[in-house]
Every structure is written in structure tokens, then in C-alpha cells.
């Protein structure tokens, strides 16, 4: 939904309170001339025109909803991904650490073969 979408939107919501407006004034003229079929007809437009223009407020709602969740998702999705190269990150640190820490203990442990090889 972007935002020529949503202006779209807003258009259809002021032409929808325009045509109520102008409905009512043909309402008030009909009753005035005593046209009670007319008056009739008048009060059914200005129900459906109402009825219309709450279905686009609630689309335009609704759109706005999707678009701030939208972007929450992804704030959350961008979070993640840097945490989650983060966690590489360290992870690698580790990993790292852990072969050093093996190298070392193989050397020792080869320094204390030839030792105890030396010694016998």
C-alpha cells in the first residue's frame, strides 16, 4: 500500500461526504416541494453513500494497519539479521579460540611425548 494508494483512498472517502451532502440538500428541497417519493428515494441514496464512505474509512484503516505492521515487521526482521550476524560473529570468535586452544593442548601434549621419550 503506498502512499498514492492511501490518497486514492482519501479522494473516494471526500467524494463519498460530498455526494451525502448534495443528498441531503435534494432530501431538503423534495421535502419542501412535498415529493415524499422523491424524499424517499433521497433518504436510501444517502444510506448507501453512508454506507459507502464507512467501508472506505474502514479500508483506509485497515491499510494504514498492514503498512505500520509492515514496517514493524520489518524493523524486527532488520533487528534479527544483526543480531543474528552478531551471534556469527562470536561464534566465530569461539570457534577460533577453541582451535587455539586445541593447537596448544597438542602441543603439549606432544612436547610431553618427546619427554618421556627423551627420558628413556
Do not use: P, W
Not at 45 to 59: C, T, W
Not at 68 to 79: F, K, L, P
Request: charged share 60%.
Amino acid at each position: 500500500m503506498g502512499k498514492r494508494e492511501r490518497n486514492g483512498d482519501r479522494r473516494e472517502i471526500r467524494a463519498d461526504k460530498a455526494d451525502v451532502r448534495q443528498d441531503r440538500r435534494e432530501l431538503r428541497q423534495d421535502i419542501r416541494n412535498g415529493d415524499t417519493a422523491a424524499a424517499a428515494k433521497e433518504r436510501a441514496d444517502i444510506r448507501a453513500d453512508r454506507k459507502d464512505l464507512k467501508s472506505d474509512h474502514h479500508d483506509l484503516r485497515s491499510d494504514r494497519r498492514d503498512l505500520r505492521h509492515d514496517r514493524r515487521d520489518v524493523h524486527t526482521d532488520r533487528r534479527d539479521i544483526r543480531h543474528d550476524k552478531r551471534d556469527l560473529h562470536h561464534d566465530r570468535k569461539d570457534l577460533r579460540g577453541d582451535r587455539r586452544e586445541d593447537r596448544r593442548d597438542l602441543r603439549e601434549v606432544r612436547y610431553d611425548k618427546r619427554k618421556a621419550h627423551s627420558k628413556k
